[in-house]
């Protein structure tokens, strides 16, 4: 019995091999290839016969200091004087002068910085230490704790500063938590980013 189903699976799959190959082609009808075209460029166009054959004259310079020639009337046979328009000479414009431009003065005047940056930042100055390691430590452990510490050497000392903040009131605020943190009662100063 497993032969027969094993028959038929194979039927099956050389039938459904034989639709998906063959089928598609026969379906398809002829088919078509493109192809690009190419289509040369001349190198040098080709000019028209009547193209070549214009000639290149010179200009001819007219003299307008004569007088124009008088007309005379002309009379026709019905008797009756023509008006004909005497030609003026045309009169060339005399060239405006230009006017001076005026001479405006301008004056310098210095204008004092506003900012001087002494009250642009605060800073709270927690502790000052001998060992870059303590206060290393210290900094990481207020940064673990959501606080932008940082260290600053000045001489000898690594000093431990928590800020800077445009706030004065929002570091006053912090002080006594960071008292208890550190057990260091830190100063509120001035934040000067040129001299730290």
């Known amino acids: 019995m497993a032969s027969k189903f094993q028959s038929r699976l194979v039927g099956t799959i050389v039938l459904v091999a034989v639709g998906v190959i063959v089928l598609p082609d026969v379906l398809d009808g002829e088919k078509l290839h493109y192809k690009e075209e190419f289509v040369a460029i001349p190198i040098k166009p080709q000019l028209e016969s009547e193209v070549e054959s214009f000639e290149i004259l010179d200009p001819v310079e007219e003299d307008i200091s004569l007088p124009p020639e008088p007309v005379e009337e002309i009379i026709h046979e019905s008797s009756e004087p023509i008006a004909v328009a005497e030609v003026k000479p045309k009169t060339t414009p005399k060239p405006q002068e230009k006017p001076k431009p005026e001479v405006v003065e301008v004056k310098e005047r210095k204008v004092e910085e506003r900012n001087n940056y002494q009250?642009?930042?605060?800073?709270?100055?927690?502790?000052?230490?001998?060992?870059?390691?303590?206060?290393?430590?210290?900094?990481?452990?207020?940064?673990?704790?959501?606080?932008?510490?940082?260290?600053?050497?000045?001489?000898?000392?690594?000093?431990?500063?928590?800020?800077?903040?445009?706030?004065?009131?929002?570091?006053?605020?912090?002080?006594?938590?960071?008292?208890?943190?550190?057990?260091?009662?830190?100063?509120?100063?001035?934040?000067?980013?040129l001299k730290p």
């Open 119 to 193: 009250d642009s930042g605060w800073i709270i100055q927690l502790v000052a230490v001998r060992s870059s390691e303590n206060a290393e430590g210290l900094v990481n452990d207020l940064k673990k704790r959501g606080y932008r510490a940082s260290v600053v050497k000045a001489n000898d000392f690594y000093r431990v500063i928590v800020g800077p903040d445009v706030s004065r009131s929002k570091l006053e605020s912090q002080l006594p938590e960071l008292k208890k943190i550190t057990g260091a009662s830190g100063q509120i100063q001035t934040f000067k980013p």
